[in-house]
């Protein structure tokens, strides 16, 4: 066979040729991957384990009950969101190194089976007209806590509240 005989770009066109090659790997690649986990079957049952870690995450969330509300805030000595709340109490009270907003939380975890809401799951809810705009972690008895906003900070609510209830779009988990 005669080889092929190709034109020898410049400089430039081989950077060129470079980023095209490097993006078109890319993009297959993000054919190729599997789906957002919480694609997953909804989580019916859960591990020892797992209920016990979710224990520890929802009594620390409790811990922290009256904190202060920020909007981008991550810890204590700041303040939080929604969000940063989430990330903070996974952390402290499972090891778990969790990041980004309600929404990427959401894509994160795996959803949880109706009638199997255990304590540490996390309730999403659309309170800003979008999906999954806002998370609190359950503790049980049909409460949640989360950073609410600037007047109220960190509180215990009822998910059966109708402004919550209205809002409520699932019940998702970090663990097991």
């Given amino acids: 066979m005669k080889p092929i005989d190709f034109p020898t770009p410049n400089p430039r066109g081989w950077a060129g040729l470079a980023s095209a090659l490097g993006l078109a790997l890319l993009l297959q690649g993000c054919g190729t991957t599997k789906p957002p986990t919480s694609q997953a079957r909804p989580v019916a049952q ?13 009594l620390y969330a409790m811990s922290l009950l009256d904190q202060g509300y920020r909007w981008g805030g991550r810890g204590p000595a700041t303040g939080f969101d929604c969000s940063g709340l989430v990330v903070h109490v996974f952390r402290e009270a499972a090891g778990l190194d969790l990041n980004g907003n309600a ?18 799951d996390l309730l999403f809810f659309n309170t800003l ?7 609190g972690v359950y503790v049980g008895q049909g409460k949640f806590v989360h950073a609410a906003n600037e007047r109220s900070g960190v509180r215990m609510d009822r998910l059966s509240d109708r402004y919550y209830a209205a809002r409520f779009e699932g019940a998702k988990t970090m663990l097991d």
């Fill in 103 to 120: 929404a990427a939380l959401s894509r994160q975890s795996r959803p949880v089976q109706a009638g199997a809401l255990q304590a540490g």
């Fill in 46 to 58: 859960r591990s020892e384990q797992a209920v016990e870690r979710g224990r520890d995450v929802a």
């Fill in 129 to 135: 007209g979008q999906p999954n705009s806002h998370v």
